[in-house]
Each structure stands twice: as C-alpha cells, then as structure tokens.
C-alpha cells in the first residue's frame, strides 16, 4: 500500500519561504511522476510542479517559476517543494500526488497525500 504523508506547511509573511516535503512508503515511488497540487478555499485542485522519475525533467506552471524548485531523493522515498518570495495569492492546501502518467493532470495520479496548509499573510 503506498503512503503519501506531507510537511513543512505552515504560516509565513509574503516574501518568505517554506520547504514542503512528501515522505513515500511502498515501491510505486520511484515509478512515474511525482507531483504537488494545491487547493485554495473556493477553488479547484490546480497543478503546481511535477518531477520525473530521474529527476531530469522538471515541470511547473507559469505562477511559480523561478520561486518554486521541485526535487526529489528516491534513497530516501523523498519529493520536496522548495518555495521563495511566497505571495498571499499561494495560500492553499497543498497535496503531494505520486505515479502520474501525465505530469500535470490530476485524474492521472494514482495516490495522493493528506494535504499540508500553507498559509501567506501580507
């Protein structure tokens, strides 16, 4: 059974920054993609970043390019979402989502993580 379990969420001022990581249990990890989402109140679920199996490929949409970096440690079952110059408009749940065949489509990610809140103050 795979696992999906989020941290690193919290309360921080505009500006500044937070490192999300998604911890993975069970073997489908290294396969695929991983990706992270986020929700905000009212909203629906949008992509954010993706990463591929090696690591090579990285993919984000256009809002958080050049503040947000994705990577991932498959030793340690480990993706993580560094995020900088964070902006009010970034404040939603986000959910790590593992073994996607399409980078950022949701309904093609087979597992999901509980969400961690991240919320940005101005």
């Known amino acids: 059974q795979v696992q999906l379990v989020e941290s690193g969420g919290g309360l921080v001022q505009a500006g500044g920054s937070l490192r999300l990581s998604c911890a993975a249990s069970g073997r489908t990890f290294s396969s695929n993609h991983m990706g992270w989402f986020r929700q905000a109140p009212g909203k629906e679920r949008e992509f954010v970043a993706a990463i591929s199996w090696s690591g090579i490929n990285t993919y984000y949409k256009d809002f958080v390019k050049g503040r947000f970096t994705i990577s991932r440690d498959n030793a340690k079952n480990t993706v993580y979402l560094q995020m900088n110059s964070l902006k009010p408009e970034d404040t939603a749940i986000y959910y790590c989502?593992?073994?996607?065949?399409?980078?950022?489509?949701?309904?093609?990610?087979?597992?999901w993580g509980q969400g961690t809140q991240v919320t940005v103050s101005s």
């Open positions: 989502a593992a073994s996607g065949s399409r980078y950022n489509d949701p309904d093609t990610y087979a597992h």
